[in-house]
Every structure is written in C-alpha cells, then in structure tokens.
C-alpha cells in the first residue's frame, strides 16, 4: 500500500493549536491531532474516483426525485400525490417566502451547489490546464456549504411527518421517495469522501513549512490556517496558499458567540409562545405549539416519535445555549474540569446543531401534502421564522467560538498552579 506525500510536513490544530508533524499517511488512514485527538487529514482509496462516482450518482437520484411522484395521501375516499417540487411550490403560492426560501436552500441550492463544485474540482484535476481562480472559488464553497447541508435532517423530518399524519390518513411511499432515501446516503458519501487538505494541495500545492518543534502554533510565532492547514508566520494576515484571514485566535470570538446567543434566548421565546402549525378541519381551526406537538403525539401512544421531537424542538436548542454559554464563561474562568471534557461538550453541541430542523421541515411537509379546503388543511404558523431563526443563530454561535480559548486558559491555569508550587 503506497505512501500519500502530498500534504505539507507539519500543520495546526484548528482545535487546540498544537503544531502537528504529519506523517506518511497510507490510504484509509487517519491522522488526528496527537494533542487532542481532533481527525485532521483523511486518505481515502482512490478518492477521486470514488467522489466522482458518489457525486454523480446522487444528482441522478435527486433527477430521479425529482420526476417521479413523491408520496400518497388518502382520507375517507380523497386521494393525491405530492412531488419533491410540490414541497417548494406549495409554501411559495401561498406567500410564505421566507420558509420556501429555506427549503430550497436545504433540499436544492446548497446541495446542487456543493456537488457541482466538488465534482468540478476532481474533473479539473484532471484535465489541465485549468483557470486556477475557478478551483480556489470552488474549493471555498465547498468548505463553506458542507456545514449548511441537511438532507438527512429532511429525511428524518418527512418520516415525523407521516408518523403525525399516520391516524388521519393513509400514507403510501412513491418511487420519488425511495430515490431521495438514495439521493442522501450518497451526498453523505460524497461529504465523508472529501477533505479540505487534500483539496487545497492539489489545487494550491503544498504549504511552505514553517520551522517549528512541538507545542501550539501562537508559542513558536505562527499561524495555523484554518481554511487549508497551513502554517504560516505569525505577522501574516492573509494566507499564501488559499488567501483566506487568519488570526491567531478567532477576532472578537467571545462577544460575538454570547451576542448570537442572547439573540437566540430572545427569539426563541416567540417560538415557543406562538403556534407553529395550523391545523384544519371541517372547518374548524387549531392552533399548535410545539410543546403542544409533542403533548399530541405522546396522548396519541407515538413516544418514540414525540421523544424525537421533544429532543430536537426543546432540549437541543436549550442544551446548546446552556453549553455554549458555559464554555464561554469556561474562558473567562476556568474550572479544574479537565479540558478535554470541555473540547468534546463543543463537537457535540456543533454536531448536534442542524437537528433541530427537523420540526421545521415537518411543518413544511405537512402544508405541502395536506391541502384540501375547509375539509383538511395544515398551514404554517407564525412561530416557524422565529424558530428557524434560533436554530441558525445558534448554529453561528457554535462556529464563531474559538476552541483554542479554552487551551489557553487550561494553559495559563496550570502554569499559574506550577508557579505556587515552586514558591
């Protein structure tokens, strides 16, 4: 099995900081950060192939969803089919821009936007020459939209959806939806198969290395970029290899998570005071909340279902202001928790951050298949925008904290104790 010599010879943790040599990697390795245990480099196996496969493969089967009906509704004798588009077209008739918007950019903008540049990269590796500035352009969307995709979060929203419709009509799976279940397994391929290194060497070339030894990049007077590993001089504003920022640790990084947090508190009280969905029937209109979502399908015996719904609505959200605002005050004040404990609280609360859309893309699927008058009919409520807008506020506040804070002061507490003891 060959050697993989095209990364640069030492990079930077964007977690921790700690200078990292880089070994020859072999396909189908890993190489985390030996300070923190953060993956940084992945090899796959003929990576450009199989990003070309994986890539073309799921916009065959989102053209497959695309075309085909995607899921059936009968009640006492009324039957129909929605499609995919049928979703978008339905929120945008009935003047609810804001939420079409939104599903268009999860189910179509970023996820055609994503392919298209990734399968454009690895095709122009190939075939050169090629104009330089299209790659960097591509590369930069790639590493940009990768967090913002959440077709998987929509499949789990639509199966929510059916278990909620599941007691007022009958559901049926059409050949749009089995297509769409491939369409998402094989975007996720396609994510897990690229890495930011690797784009940025073949596009860029190696970095140029710096002479450092072992211990944190902001100690030897460089900078770690955390756009394509590169390690670069401390005075430095500007990477060499892909022309990003970089800053020894992230500008203004604690105000500006605890201002997207408070926000996020604000708005997510309208979320939970005013109705999320508006439900029809026989005339009659109900508002529901999403505690009274969740209160609905537990009354009607479908637990798993309202745990989900519960977790990603109302514990998540709240959990993650809790834990982002605890790390920040962690950076402020240091508790003698050990700081690998705090490191993995953050990828949890950013991991975890996108689920909470899924009530939102419940309520999306809801009006798109129940619209039929005064008889049935579902529609949005004012509390959709309200909590979309926390989700994504704090999505934002995950990303603009800056890990390394934390090192820092775990860094500064333990000299400090080292110190007593000399004395």
Not at 256 to 268: F, K
Request: proline content about 4%; hydrophobic content about 50%; aromatic content about 10%.
């Amino acid at each position: 099995m060959s050697h993989f010599a095209f990364y640069e010879n030492v990079t930077a943790c964007e977690e921790c900081d700690f200078i990292n040599p880089i070994p020859p990697l072999k396909s189908g390795e890993r190489f985390r950060c030996q300070h923190c245990g953060h993956v940084l480099i992945s090899v796959h196996r003929q990576v450009a192939a199989r990003i070309m496969a994986a890539g073309l493969s799921s916009l065959l089967m989102l053209a497959l969803a695309m075309s085909f009906p995607f899921l059936g509704f009968s009640t006492n004798g009324i039957e129909r089919t929605v499609t995919l588009f049928h979703t978008l077209s339905v929120l945008l008739s009935q003047g609810h821009l804001v939420l079409g918007s939104i599903i268009s950019l999860a189910l179509f903008v970023f996820p055609l936007v994503y392919l298209f540049s990734i399968l454009f990269l690895v095709w122009s590796f190939q075939h050169k020459p090629i104009l330089n500035f299209a790659q960097r352009y591509c590369v930069r969307w790639v590493v940009v939209i990768q967090p913002w995709l959440m077709v998987d979060v929509f499949l789990v929203g639509i199966l929510v959806a059916l278990v909620k419709m599941n007691s007022l009509a009958d559901i049926s799976f059409e050949l749009s939806f089995w297509a769409f279940c491939g369409y998402v397994i094989l975007l996720l391929k396609t994510e897990s198969l690229v890495d930011k290194r690797w784009l940025w060497n073949k596009v860029a070339g190696k970095a140029d290395d710096q002479s450092v030894v072992t211990g944190t990049a902001k100690e030897q007077g460089v900078i770690g970029c955390h756009f394509c590993g590169a390690t670069l001089a401390a005075h430095k504003r500007h990477c060499n290899r892909c022309g990003h920022s970089v800053y020894s640790r992230r500008p203004k990084s604690l105000s500006s998570t605890a201002a997207l947090l408070v926000a996020s508190l604000l708005i997510y009280i309208p979320a939970n005071v005013f109705p999320i969905m508006e439900t029809t029937f026989l005339g009659n209109t109900e508002p529901s909340t999403i505690m009274g979502g969740v209160l609905l399908l537990w009354s009607l015996g479908s637990y798993p279902v309202a745990l989900i719904i519960l977790l990603a609505s109302v514990v998540i959200p709240l959990a993650k202001v809790l834990s982002l605002s605890w790390l920040c005050w962690q950076c402020h004040f240091p508790s003698k928790r050990l700081t690998e404990q705090k490191i993995k609280l953050y990828r949890i609360t950013e991991f975890v951050g996108r689920w909470s859309m899924i009530d939102v893309f419940v309520v999306a699927i809801l009006t798109s298949m129940v619209q039929m008058g005064n008889f049935m009919s579902i529609l949005p409520g004012t509390a959709v925008l309200s909590f979309t807008a926390m989700v994504v506020l704090t999505m934002l506040a995950a990303m603009t904290f800056d890990p390394r804070l934390l090192w820092d002061k775990d860094e500064a507490r333990t000299v400090s104790v080292s110190e007593r003891r000399e004395e």
